[in-house]
């Protein structure tokens, strides 16, 4: 089964970066799609950006990050990186990182799960 374990959240004032990181073992060619996901308290779980491992390609970033946020993968395929820039407080919350079959758009649909890492940026 892939396992994943998410790393790097931590506390930076409005306008800092961050970068957030993933281990992902267990990795077959069956899980075609990794993506980042976030929780804020009081709110839903939403996408905030998806990845395809087999050709490299970004599939979504969500409006509220673009341009700010970049998802990537290591040589190795080992690690997924999001990189965070340009940080507003409105970006506080608990971020997960997920692999699927495929990238879909509703977060239930993940198979696999990291156990979050808190992300705090104040004002």
């Known amino acids: 089964q892939v396992h994943l374990v998410e790393s790097g959240g931590g506390s930076v004032q409005a306008g800092g970066s961050l970068r957030l990181s993933c281990a992902v073992s267990?990795?077959?060619?069956?899980?075609?799609?990794l993506a980042w996901f976030r929780q804020a308290p009081g709110k839903e779980r939403e996408g905030v950006a998806r990845?395809?491992?087999?050709?490299?390609?970004?599939?979504y970033v969500a409006d509220a990050v673009e341009g700010r946020f970049y998802i990537s993968q290591d040589n190795a395929k080992n690690t997924l990186y999001l990189q965070m820039t340009s940080l507003k407080p409105e970006d506080t919350a608990m971020y997960y990182c997920?692999?699927?079959?495929?990238?879909?758009?509703?977060?239930?649909?993940?198979?696999?799960w990291g156990q979050g890492t808190q992300v705090t940026v104040s004002s």
């Open positions: 997920a692999a699927a079959a495929m990238c879909y758009v509703n977060s239930r649909s993940y198979t696999y």
């Open positions: 267990g990795y077959t060619s069956s899980t075609n799609c």
């Open positions: 990845f395809r491992p087999s050709d490299g390609i970004i599939t």
